[in-house]
């Protein structure tokens, strides 16, 4: 069965960093493109990024809000996607899910992890 | 980046048939935006219930379906039960990057 779990979520200070993983098992995850989408608290969803697999370039894709600060990362000999978040803002408060991007996969959602930025 | 519409909430009777739909602020939708459609229900992660316009996952129940309708996005919910209450998102890919619609809360009432 495909899944996907995050971790590494937690409370942060305005203008600090975060990492999170993604832990995928149940599907070759190298040959699937992975997003982060995230959902602030009562809000809808907002796409944060993608990244490709490394067999079509390994790039990577951001939305406005984020770019330049949040970068996507993979490694495919731990089956891991990561999300380094930088110069956290109030606003980037939220549940983060990653997704598979492969139909194949059933495009699986993770459970999310939850990233509160406040002072 | 283009802005991605659909209706806030909708209503449907047990039974009934309503149709969600997805729109862009660049115009039409077309095939080429690989629409994909989630269902999320309270205090759960998203699920994906339909991608490239129309397929279905094999969770996905038959009464829901997808399609392009008078220049938009659509899901087709027929016979809805009520466990179909929940959020809908829609997302299309918009210049390589995929955007999400604000959502439709349905309520089966």
């Known amino acids: 069965e495909e899944q996907l779990v995050e971790s590494g979520g937690g409370f942060v200070k305005p203008g600090g960093s975060l990492r999170l993983s993604c832990a995928a098992s149940?599907?070759?995850?190298?040959?699937?493109?992975m997003s982060w989408v995230r959902q602030a608290p009562g809000k809808g969803l907002e796409w944060v990024g993608r990244?490709?697999?490394?067999?079509?370039?390994?790039?990577?894709d951001y939305a406005a809000p984020v770019k330049g600060r949040f970068t996507i990362s993979r490694d495919d000999s731990k089956n891991t996607l990561y999300l380094q978040m930088n110069s956290l803002k109030t606003e980037d408060t939220a549940v983060y899910y990653c997704a598979s991007d492969a139909s194949w996969t059933g495009n699986v959602w993770g459970k999310g992890t939850t990233v509160t930025v406040s002072s | 980046q283009a802005v991605v519409t659909q209706e806030p909430s909708l209503t449907v009777s047990p039974g009934g048939t309503v149709t969600l739909t997805c729109g862009s602020s660049t115009g039409a939708v077309t095939s080429g935006q690989y629409p994909y459609w989630f269902q999320q229900k309270p205090g759960q992660a998203p699920r994906t219930l339909i991608y490239?316009?129309?397929i279905k996952h094999s969770w996905t129940p038959a009464r829901f379906s997808g399609s392009l309708l008078g220049g938009k996005g659509a899901l087709t919910l027929s016979d809805a039960q009520p466990e179909d209450e929940a959020d809908y998102y829609c997302?299309?890919?918009?210049?390589?990057?995929?955007?999400f619609g604000g959502g439709t809360k349905l309520t089966v009432l």
């Open positions: 490239d316009t129309s």
């Open positions: 997302s299309l890919f918009c210049s390589g990057l995929r955007v």
């Open positions: 149940g599907f070759t995850f190298k040959n699937a493109w």
């Open positions: 990244i490709k697999t490394k067999s079509d370039g390994g790039t990577t």
